[in-house]
């Protein structure tokens, strides 16, 4: 069973940054972060395949990277240049089925295993 335990959520401005981290207990496949805003379904954020593959969601290309150190056994997002919109719940994930290649999932079927989520509130 891997366990997953994320930090670093807080309040910010529009324009400031947050750094979100997610310890792991060992490194799956595919890992990635999820976010659900107030009355909006989760959708899939960023993620990262074990041979070093990233892939984003659109609206945050350019502003938000992710990354791991499996040596630290954690998950990192850096979020830089925050907006209004990105206030919501930010949720690690992990999958270890995943045999699709190089692109990890985006859905949230693919990952097995979940953190207990981190706030994140920008101020506009």
């Known amino acids: 069973q891997v366990q997953l335990v994320e930090s670093g959520g807080g309040s910010v401005q529009a324009g400031g940054s947050l750094r979100l981290s997610c310890s792991y207990t060992?490194?799956?496949?595919?890992m990635g972060w999820f976010r659900q805003a107030p009355g909006k379904e989760r959708e899939g954020v960023a993620f990262?395949?074990?041979?070093?593959?990233?892939r984003y969601e659109d609206s945050v290309k350019g502003r938000f990277t992710i990354s791991r150190d499996n040596a630290k056994d954690t998950l990192i997002l850096q979020m830089n240049d925050l907006k209004f919109d990105d206030t919501a719940i930010y949720y690690c994930a992990a999958s270890h089925s995943w045999r699709g290649g190089s692109r990890c999932p985006t859905t949230e079927g693919n990952f097995d295993f979940w953190g207990q989520g981190t706030q994140v509130a920008v101020s506009s």
């Open positions: 990262i395949h074990s041979d070093g593959t990233t």
């Open positions: 060992y490194s799956l496949i595919c």
